[in-house]
């Protein structure tokens, strides 16, 4: 069996424990993307600095059997802000790799990390994969024609895909979203933070993440099987901010200004039972997976 893998957006948050759980499970894994090529410690035989585009691939130094599409845009707020560019890291990245996988390597697995933005906001929770999306960012939106994409391909040209909409990954390493700018203003003294604090998210660590995402290629064929990746459970931003709190030390609980930004619909929990039945669950519980962060956090202060 040819056990050579390609990540793209290898040197990424995601792209980087992908391709470690790929090595330590005996692949050879190649990356392509943007930014500096991740240390040897992520697995890595070869890395190609470049956007992810046919001519690129084209140059790789052998053909995978096994690819996870990790590259892609990562921010909502930055969707928002430049909607096009978001659009070409996305949807534009993944015509460019289905055109590639398609003439090159059309045998291979493909796994593309979609996000849970897809479904915008939902009446039901816990939200099932066959909910209607209704993505209210430009990251979402690009995210859902993303997996249209590679719905169309698989279908008009057999390829064997996979899709699993990822909800909040977080872990050691990760430098944006809520635990990082938490961690950094508490540090400072600072207590007051967007939202009313009952805004929930389901937390996924990211080594739960890259497990299910190289498992998700086991399952990949023509029907093309579409997955939450998610903890199962939901928690207040207060209630993750208030724990942060209490690890960091500081002297005042958060407090919020009531105010919501753009494109943050107020509630996510997945519905995993489908992850269930391929015998996958998390196994990293978020008290401790905080409690890495903030380990890590402190180290990074230093």
């Known amino acids: 069996m040819n056990k050579t893998a390609l990540v793209t957006g290898a040197a990424g948050f995601i792209g980087r424990h992908v391709s470690r759980r790929l090595a330590d499970d005996g692949w050879k894994v190649m990356g392509i993307g943007h930014g500096q090529a991740p240390s040897a410690e992520w697995g ?25 599409h990790c590259a892609g845009s990562g921010s909502v707020a930055a969707s928002i802000a430049e909607p096009e560019t978001d659009r070409q890291k996305t949807v534009e990245s993944t015509r460019e790799l289905l055109e590639y996988v398609r003439d090159q390597v059309p045998q291979a697995s493909l796994v593309y990390p979609s996000s849970a933005a897809v479904y915008g906001i939902c009446e039901m929770h816990p ?11 430009p990251y979402g939106m690009h995210k859902r024609d993303a997996e249209q994409l590679i719905r169309n391909f698989s279908a008009n040209h057999g390829l064997k895909v996979a899709i699993v909409r990822l909800f909040s990954v977080y872990g050691p390493g990760l430098r944006k979203q809520l635990l990082w ?58 209630a993750v901010l208030q724990q942060l709190a209490k690890a960091i030390g500081s002297p005042a609980m958060p407090e919020f200004n009531l105010q919501t930004r753009p494109g943050d619909p107020l509630h996510y929990h997945a519905n995993i039972s489908d992850t269930a039945s391929w015998g996958w669950r998390p196994g990293i519980p978020l008290e401790k997976g905080i409690e890495q962060y903030i380990n890590w956090f402190r180290t990074e202060k230093q």
């Not at 070869?46 to 585009?53: K, Q």
Request: charged share 20%; net charge negative; with cysteine.
């Open 44 to 68: 890595l035989t070869y890395w190609r600095e470049s956007p992810v585009t046919k001519s690129a691939l084209l140059e790789l130094p052998d053909l995978p059997s096994l690819i996870i």
């Open 127 to 137: 939200i099932p994969v066959k909910q209607t999306l209704n993505p209210v960012s």
């Open 181 to 238: 700018d938490a961690c950094k203003r508490m540090y400072q003294g600072e207590c007051l933070f967007y939202g009313t604090g009952d805004e929930t998210r389901d937390w996924l660590h990211v080594e739960d993440a890259a497990s299910l995402l190289v498992l998700a290629a086991i399952h990949a064929s023509r029907l093309c099987p579409i997955v939450n990746g998610g903890s199962g459970s939901s928690t207040t931003n207060r």
